[in-house]
C-alpha cells in the first residue's frame, strides 16, 4: 500500500508569513509522529497524536506551532508568523500502534526555507 | 533526560568491506528500544534494524548487525560487504517504547568507495 505522504515538497516563505504543511499517515495507522531536522543535525520531536487521546505537544518550540489531525487521519502542522530559525525539514511519521512490535514508517518531508 | 550521542560525523568504507557504525545512549529505564535509521539523498527515513532492550541476543537484518551492549549503553551498527546504496546519513535514535517519540543521534555520514 501507499506510505506516509507529505506535502509540499518544499516550500519557500517569507519571514512573518504563515505556512501550513500536510502528512497523509499510512492507511490504519493510529499513531502520527511530527520531527524537524534542521541542517546536519538529528530530529527534534515535535508533537504526537494517538487515536483520539489528547496529543502530546511537549516538544512543540513554541507556540507558533501548533497541529492538528482531523478524522484520526490527516494531520497538519501550523507555523505561524515564521523565523528564519523554522527552516528545517519537517518529517512525518506514522505506526500502527496496536502492540510492541510497531515501526515509525517516515514520509519524505518537506523543506521549508524562511526569507 | 534521554540522549543518544553519534561520535563519528562521518566514516568511509571501501565497497565490499565491513564498516561499524557507534551509538551510545543515557538512560534510566530498564525496558525500552534501539532503532538505526537511514536516511539518503532522498530524505526518507528507512528503518534498518531495531533492538529490544530486554532481549540479549543482537539483531540482524541481512548484511546489517548491531554489538548491543546494555550495561555500556552502547549501540554499534556493523554493515558487511558494504554495498554503494549503503551511502546515506545513519542515525541511532531511542524510545522508551515503541510507540513513543524517537530521540536520535547526530547522524553518521556513510561514505562508500568503489
Known amino acids: 500500500g501507499a506510505g506516509v505522504s507529505q506535502s509540499p515538497s518544499n516550500k519557500v516563505t517569507e519571514k512573518g508569513k504563515d505556512v501550513e504543511l500536510r502528512c497523509d499517515p499510512i492507511s490504519g495507522h493510529t499513531a502520527l509522529y511530527w520531527y524537524r531536522q534542521s541542517l546536519g543535525q538529528g530530529l527534534e520531536f515535535l508533537i504526537y497524536?494517538?487515536?483520539?487521546?489528547?496529543?502530546?505537544k511537549s516538544g512543540l518550540p513554541s507556540d507558533r506551532f501548533s497541529a492538528e489531525r482531523t478524522g484520526g487521519s490527516v494531520s497538519t502542522l501550523t507555523i505561524q508568523r515564521t523565523q528564519q530559525e523554522d527552516s528545517a525539514v519537517y518529517l512525518c511519521?506514522?505506526?500502527?500502534?496496536?502492540?510492541?512490535?510497531?515501526?515509525?514508517?517516515f514520509g519524505p518531508g518537506t523543506r521549508l526555507l524562511v526569507l | 533526560a534521554q540522549t543518544v550521542t553519534q561520535s563519528q560525523p562521518e566514516m568511509s568504507v571501501q565497497e565490499a568491506e565491513t564498516v561499524t557504525l557507534s551509538c551510545t545512549y543515557d538512560t534510566s529505564e530498564s525496558d525500552y528500544y534501539l532503532f538505526w535509521y537511514k536516511q539518503p539523498p532522498s530524505r526518507q527515513m528507512i528503518l534498518v534494524i531495531r533492538?529490544?532492550?530486554?532481549k540479549q541476543q543482537n539483531a540482524t537484518e541481512n548484511r546489517f548487525s548491531v554489538n548491543f551492549q546494555k550495561a555500556a549503553k552502547s549501540f554499534s551498527l556493523k554493515i558487511s560487504d558494504s554495498q554503494l546504496g549503503d551511502a546515506a546519513m545513519y542515525f541511532c535514535a531511542y524510545s522508551r517504547n515503541s510507540n513513543y517519540q524517537l530521540i536520535w543521534g547526530a547522524g553518521t555520514k556513510l561514505i562508500i568507495k568503489p
Open positions: 511519521a506514522s505506526s500502527l500502534n496496536r502492540g510492541s512490535q510497531e515501526t515509525q514508517y
Open positions: 533492538q529490544e532492550a530486554y
Open positions: 497524536f494517538q487515536g483520539n487521546s489528547a496529543p502530546d
